[in-house]
């Protein structure tokens, strides 16, 4: 190895470890406590080291190869009186989005199109309300019946509602939820410029209180909104220092909408997306890492990079939220020609 690369390579901050990242890499323990600088280091080192890294984590702590496909619903759409500068489905902005406040959709409508998700291959259907928090009554009646029906479908469900109380936790766990979603978008320093009306802290405060009722955490962020390398660092950090880690890590790219303030931001560069999954995936080893809105943006070979540098589950099926889709049948045709799997439904 050439001088130069050894004293350029700052994974680990040492040249004198810079030889052993050629080597399949020892994965690390599960760790709590990255310092911003190492996690600054990761996203800025060459791409093929991060990538054999990450691959080498990857490879120790799942099955290699094996991507799980997630349908997502939006249950109930618009007029949220949140304020999150990238979403078409916040009232703030519906006079330029344009977008249509919809009423929660009814129980058997949803468990009609989660069946389809599953026969389609889909073994997680993620349902999402755009509330700002849950109130309890008929809606929240509705949706732990959704809860209920899709895990007798045998599928994991995830539920994204904003704010919960513990009891409401607890409510979503009882009907069986698999997991909450409840992302933290960005880094509690840029968080100010993207959201004012809700706080990190309420953000934090609610992933504790579906922590303690069992349901497993899912949260990520978004990139390219703005924010620094060192924002997409300190998110990072911030996913890694919840203990235990989320189970799952979506990561986004921002799909911008027209008529949100983030509207005309330019597209990500999709390398960056590579170093954000590779990272996520070092740093929460045992986490399945999501690659979620933007993929639309994303050429095949870039897809495949991110499946090398460790993300193993898609959004799969026409539609986001609100934002359109990859074609389900180039996805499917895309993990045969890369030589991957589809996880298979789990037996229980
Ligand atoms: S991201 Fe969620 S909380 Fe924010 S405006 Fe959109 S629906 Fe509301």
Known sequence: MSEALETANPINGEASQTESLREPHPAPETRHDWSAEEVLRLLTAPLLDLVDRARAVHRR????GEVQLASL????????????KYCAQSAHYAKTTGLKRETLLDVDEV???????KAAGATRFCMGAAWREVKDGEAFDSVLAMVRGVRELGMEACVTLGMVTQAQADRLAEAGLTAYNHNLDTSPEFYGEIVTTRTYRDRLDTLARV?????????GGII???ETVEDRASLLQTLASLRPHPESVPIN???AVAGTPLGDRPPVDPLDLVRMVAAARIMMPLSRVRLSAGRRELSKEAQILCFLAGANSIFYGEKLL??????AADDLALIDEAGLSVQAPSPG
């Open 61 to 64: 702590y799942h099955a290699d």
């Open 211 to 219: 922590r303690h009722a069992g349901v497993q955490v899912c949260c």
């Open 73 to 84: 619903l939006s249950i109930k759409t618009g007029a949220c009186p949140e304020d999150c």
């Open 253 to 255: 790219a921002l799909a």
């Open 224 to 226: 390219g909104m703005g």
């Open 322 to 327: 609100t934002t359109a889709n990859n074609d």
């Open 111 to 117: 468990l009609l199109k989660a069946g389809r998700a």
